[in-house]
């Protein structure tokens, strides 16, 4: 399984979605010249030995750790969730978030700790569990896909774990922050073992084009 092609790369990016608009600017300042999504899954580069996937941002972490694709455009906090292991070239510094603990702005709950044996809503479900477990609280995880904040003011979680940004979602549903579990941004990723020679060397080109874009912070010439 995995790419037959040796010739050329395939790169896992979010076909609709916040990561998508920079990620696609990022690809093309570093030269790459490819179409927009537009319901075409697979497009070809114009003018570099490339191949992009547009895909769910959620697959992302699987396309690129089973070599299905050999570069990947994902959320730090997606790539954890997914429990998946790869290798990350670069922190690309967009789609910056975080996850965290929220409770409701009037409850009393003033620490992580006074949630034990309480019900936590959250579209993270490892990330939160891994979270509670390294601190030794027990609780109980209700997994809904999306609109979490909903679930306080329904009765059915006293509290969620989910990604903020700004913090408005938060504030508009009467939450507030009680505890951060992780900084989030997108990553550039690819697989623990590139298969091929002629890939990792359009990789490792990518890499030093993507580097340069962002200001040469994680470019050293050899
Ligand atoms: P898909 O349909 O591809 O599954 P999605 O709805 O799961 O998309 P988006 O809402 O597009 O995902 O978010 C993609 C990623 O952007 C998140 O996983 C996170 O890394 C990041 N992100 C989420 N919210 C914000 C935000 N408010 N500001 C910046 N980045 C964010
Ligand atoms: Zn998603």
């Not at 569990?129 to 006293?158: D, M, Q, R, T």
């Amino acid at each position: 399984m995995g790419n037959s092609d040796n010739k050329s790369v395939k790169i896992a990016i979010q076909k609709d979605g916040r990561l998508t608009q920079d990620t696609v600017s990022l690809l093309r300042a570093a030269g790459l010249s490819f179409e927009n999504y537009n319901r075409k899954l697979f497009v070809k580069c114009r003018n570099y030995p490339a191949e992009v996937l547009y895909v769910r941002d959620d697959d992302i972490p699987y396309y690129v750790a089973s070599g299905i694709a050999d570069l990947g455009i994902v959320g730090q906090n997606v790539l954890r969730e997914s429990g998946f292991r790869v290798n990350t070239l670069l922190d690309l510094g967009f789609c910056r978030c975080s996850l965290v603990i929220a409770v409701p702005q009037n409850s009393n709950i003033s620490r992580a700790s006074d949630l034990r044996n309480s019900t936590i809503a959250t579209s993270y479900p490892n990330s939160a569990k891994e979270y509670f477990k390294e601190n030794k609280i027990p609780i109980k995880i209700v997994n809904i896909k999306g609109a979490v904040e909903i679930a306080p003011s329904l009765g059915f979680a006293h509290a969620i774990v989910d990604i903020v940004a700004t913090g408005k979602t938060l504030v508009l549903n009467n939450l507030r922050i009680l505890q951060k579990i992780s900084d989030s941004q997108a990553l550039l990723i690819t697989p623990n073992e590139v298969t091929s020679k002629e890939k990792a060397k359009i990789i490792d080109d990518l890499k030093v084009k993507i580097s340069e874009v962002l200001g040469g912070k994680d470019y050293e010439y050899l």
